[in-house]
């Protein structure tokens, strides 16, 4: 009964680190995407995927890679962290038609000095 | 584009008491409608959806929302409120391959 699986929980990182935020689903669903949530902005789509092998920008994608080689992993890169993307990120994913309604991981509190 | 707007930061209520949380939309054609509940430090849980069909749409823990297309709101409700129901709430509404949120209504029940 997992669900969306979120790793790590939190992490403090120093300007122009990289690193990788994990994300897997075991619901078999086709889209996967990834949010990020700032105060008094509700959440705003960084990066989202249709089905393995196909990735596609969001609303906020600048300093933020993904890459879909299964149906169930969908992880985020950090190439050179700045303290702008200090936020809480969160990987969602529903079954395709989009009036699904989106299953949430638990988040990552990432903070950037 | 899509949007929605929650025009309440907060929204604070007394147990027992009915709550309304305001949401109101703007969308070409037919709105697919949901609202989120997050609690601390989790991620966001499913209340209800607006497809099509009856305005009034019932989701989990005793929610409602009325969806009304003349005012283009969708208004979560409760007849009674709990304690428990103190949390973030958001409305949002499904594009092809995004969800649009606002940006939260933080509800507060108090004892």
């Known amino acids: 009964n997992a669900g969306v699986t979120q790793t790590p929980k939190f992490q403090v990182l120093k300007t122009g680190q990289s690193m990788t935020l994990q994300c897997a689903q075991d619901?078999?669903?086709?889209?996967m995407s990834w949010y990020r949530q700032d105060p008094g902005m509700g959440l705003r789509l960084i990066h989202y995927?249709?089905?393995?092998?196909?990735?596609d920008q969001g609303e906020v994608p600048n300093g933020y890679n993904v890459s879909r080689s299964t149906t169930e992993d969908f992880p985020l890169r950090l190439l050179s962290a700045a303290p702008s993307q200090t936020s809480v990120y969160f990987c969602?994913?529903?079954?395709?038609?989009?009036?699904?309604?989106?299953?949430f991981g638990s988040g990552t509190q990432l903070s950037v000095l | 584009a899509q949007s929605v707007a929650q025009p309440e930061d907060q929204v604070n209520v007394a147990e027992g008491n009915p709550l309304t949380v305001k949401c109101t939309y703007s969308?070409?054609?037919?709105?697919?409608l949901f609202w989120y509940v997050q609690y601390p430090n989790r991620g966001l849980q499913f209340l209800l959806k607006?497809?099509?069909?009856?305005?009034l749409v019932k989701g989990s823990y005793g929610f409602e929302a009325e969806f009304n297309k003349s005012q283009t709101s969708f208004h979560l409700k409760k007849p009674s409120a709990l304690v428990s129901d103190s949390a973030l709430y958001f409305c949002?509404?499904?594009?092809?391959?995004?969800?649009?949120f606002g940006a939260g209504t933080r509800l507060t029940v108090k004892p």
């Open positions: 969602a994913s529903s079954a395709v038609p989009s009036r699904e309604k989106l299953f």
């Open positions: 949002a509404v499904r594009e092809v391959n995004d969800m649009r």
């Open positions: 619901m078999n669903h086709e889209y």
């Open positions: 969308v070409s054609g037919n709105p697919y």
């Open positions: 995927s249709v089905g393995a092998g196909i990735t």
């Open positions: 607006y497809i099509t069909g009856d305005n």
